[in-house]
């Protein structure tokens, strides 16, 4: 690996201070002074490498998909069985953010699709389709599971949105190391890839059309 330039390891420090800080303090009541003091640079040099705090945010998020997409790939490759699949993806993604929980908590307040740091956001599109191809590819290496054509392009981003529910629920899970959103995560997982492996019964036709079609105008 390429020794970094002094520019990326200043970067990176300022970076990591941030994130610490976050963490410690909350997004909010950090500024972008007290993030150049941990960082030990000037304000201007702050400034440079991050225009702003969204910034280092969305620095973080980009960092945070480089990361665990190795770890996605030892996940994917885990299993053919589209339970332990899925659940190795989320898991994996659990683990990841567990330090940073208190962080995602207070970004979750940016919901609003207008701000860039919400995940449903222009500006982290590529994170977001990122994370729909990891479950496609678990879609497509499951063995033993019929899924339907017209419903196949559809799942990935269902399957998106129920990570993104569960991981709202383990931000607020105030239960001891988040037990409860463990139970519901293997009970939902169960649900969920019992849907998936009933979709293509041909009684279930209708109703599949009918999900599809709510899909499509959700997601436009």
Known sequence: MPARSKSDETRARILSAAIDLFRRNGFGQTTMRDIAAEAGVALGAAYYYFDSKDAIVLAFYDQAQQDLDPLLEQAIVSSRDLSKLLYALLDVKLRYFEPNRRLLGTLSAYSDPEHPLSPFSDRTRA????DMRWFAQALSGATRTH???DLL???PHLLW???MGLILF?????SPEQQKTRALFDKSLVLVVRLIR???FPLLRPLRRIA???VAT???
């Not at 994170?127 to 990122?130: A, L, T």
């Not at 383990?170 to 105030?174: P, S, V």
Request: glycine share 8%; net charge negative.
């Open 218 to 220: 959700a997601v436009g």
């Open 147 to 149: 899924i339907p054509e």
């Open 212 to 214: 599809i079609d709510l």
């Open 198 to 200: 009933l979709s293509g």
């Open 161 to 163: 949105l129920y990570q």
């Open 170 to 174: 383990w931000i607020y899970d105030r």
């Open 153 to 155: 392009p559809h799942l």
């Open 127 to 130: 994170i977001r389709e990122n």
